[in-house]
């Protein structure tokens, strides 16, 4: 599964927005599937590599306490995976910001990629960077959110099971 997934990231994205245009229709469905296609692959790798790296020892400890796979992976591999799970949900922040933007580039009548894209239109040069500015605050926001709520979550203790 992992050559179909590594195919998939290596299409540029902003050339399957007609396709997905045409699949999905102008709405915002378009939008939501290109930011989804964009945001989907660093978060399963950091993901699949934090569940990897779950410790054998405590693995091994509750399989001779008959624990059960779903114990496994909910009380043991996520919260040994979880900073990384949020290291892929940083990244995803601003990787959404630019699927949004494209997907407000190739058909949208709202949003600041639609603002920044008519601006150009009518060489309004100082409406365009108030557009990109924003995106930057909104980027710098999202990372931030994504930081507060992986300190509020993420565990420093290193145990792993409660």
């Known amino acids: 599964m992992f050559p179909l997934l590594a195919g998939l990231q290596a ?19 378009s939008k939501i599937v290109l930011v989804v296609l964009v945001c989907f692959f660093p978060l399963f790798v950091n993901s699949v590599n934090g569940l990897k790296r779950a410790d054998g020892e405590l693995l ?12 496994l992976f ?12 949020f290291s892929g949900l940083r990244i995803g922040v601003s990787l959404a910001l630019i699927g949004a ?3 407000e580039f190739l058909s949208s009548q709202q949003g600041l990629g639609f603002l920044i894209s008519s601006s150009s239109v009518n060489m309004s040069v100082a409406t365009m960077f108030a557009g990109v500015v924003l995106l ?8 931030h ?12 203790s290193g145990s792993a099971v409660t």
């Open 60 to 71: 091994n400890t509750c399989r001779a306490f008959s624990a059960s796979r779903w114990f």
């Open 136 to 143: 930057a605050v909104i980027g710098v926001t999202g990372a």
């Open 11 to 29: 299409m540029p994205k902003v050339a399957l927005g007609p396709i997905i245009l045409v699949w999905c229709g102008y709405g915002s469905a």
């Open 74 to 85: 909910f009380h043991v591999k996520v919260p040994c995976a979880a900073a990384e799970i």
């Open 145 to 156: 959110v994504v930081r507060v709520v992986q300190h509020r979550v993420v565990s420093c």
């Open 101 to 103: 933007v494209a997907g």
